[in-house]
């Protein structure tokens, strides 16, 4: 009877032991984070962005991180932690909530200029990595030559800093034109049009030179497509309108990186301040390379097209 007893016992333990030590881990976790991630509490679809992210950087972590939504305004979260837990902040406003912490801070999904940013912080920024960019560019769109960038000098001269040696590894000659309001935007893009040439000339449209205005990125995709230029873009929904291309976030991979950088903060390691994003995705306009005579290898894989079939 004892013998049997003491079977069924340690049948027991070997079933509910390594439930005791994941729930034990999960307390413990909760408990005395490691990493404490800061992000904002919206809405669809923007929730869904950044759990996307918050689930790349868990699985990287290999545990669940501490997280804290915030709402808009909600003064910056205070927690005690017996580490010295290193804080992700995701968005401007998680960003915003960091601000002023005494913990090691990483920062994913925003757009700014790294000078806007604080010098003990590390991150990726928002902005596609030119690097990237070019080079599928030059795959895909062999006839290219020049790609021409009309920017706004405080928010993306650093990018294009970056970009003129991307350019110049990939045989493209990037021409730039600053522009300090939307009167100066559209005289650029007149000048630019006068001169392109067809399945040469490649325009890199950055949201922050034109604020999104409406009427000049219309007209913009309609130039371009009078005068067979290609145009590329971090913004799908513009590749929906007519342009070629869009290198737009790959969350979950985002995350991914975020949780290596965390990684070596804990580590005490040093970090990039402000990186472009390298994890892309890719969308294209099938109507508009149909229009310009491009073809593509079976083996490319786009991960939007439009129109859809």
Request: proline share 7%.
């Amino acid at each position: 009877m004892h013998h049997v007893t003491g079977l069924i016992l340690s049948a027991m333990l070997r079933v509910l032991t390594p439930v005791i030590l994941v729930a034990w881990t999960l307390c413990a976790t909760a408990a005395d984070p490691k990493v404490v991630i800061y992000y904002p509490d919206m809405r669809e679809p923007y929730r869904s962005i950044f759990l996307d992210i918050i689930e790349g950087i868990e699985a990287e972590l290999k545990v669940a991180a501490q997280r804290i939504p915030l709402k808009k305004g909600q003064a910056p979260p205070t927690f005690a932690s017996a580490n010295n837990p290193v804080i992700v902040a995701l968005g401007k406003r998680g960003l915003k909530a960091a601000h002023g912490s005494t913990h090691p801070v990483v920062f994913g999904a925003v757009n700014l200029n790294p000078s806007q940013i604080p010098d003990n912080f590390g991150g990726i920024l928002v902005e596609p990595d030119p690097a990237v960019m070019f080079e599928t560019l030059r795959r895909l769109a062999p006839e290219a030559r020049r790609i021409h960038v009309v920017f706004h000098t405080k928010r993306s001269g650093w990018l294009l800093q970056q970009a003129a040696q991307s350019a110049q590894q990939q045989n493209f000659v990037l021409k730039t034109y600053a522009a300090a309001d939307l009167r100066e935007v559209a005289n650029h893009y007149l000048d630019i049009f006068k001169a392109a040439k067809a399945n040469q000339d490649v325009i890199w449209l950055l949201e922050a030179a034109f604020s999104r205005d409406k009427t000049i990125v219309n007209n913009i995709l309609e130039q371009a497509w009078s005068h067979n230029a290609l145009v590329i873009t971090s913004n799908p929904g513009y590749v929906k309108r007519g342009a070629l291309f869009a290198f737009y976030p790959n969350n979950k991979a985002m995350g991914i990186q975020l949780g290596m950088i965390a990684q070596r903060r804990l580590a005490g390691e040093a970090v990039p301040k402000a990186a472009p994003l390298s994890d892309l995705l890719l969308a294209l306009n099938r109507r508009t390379a149909d229009h310009l005579g491009l073809k593509f290898p079976k083996s490319e894989k786009f991960d939007l097209i439009y129109p859809p079939r």
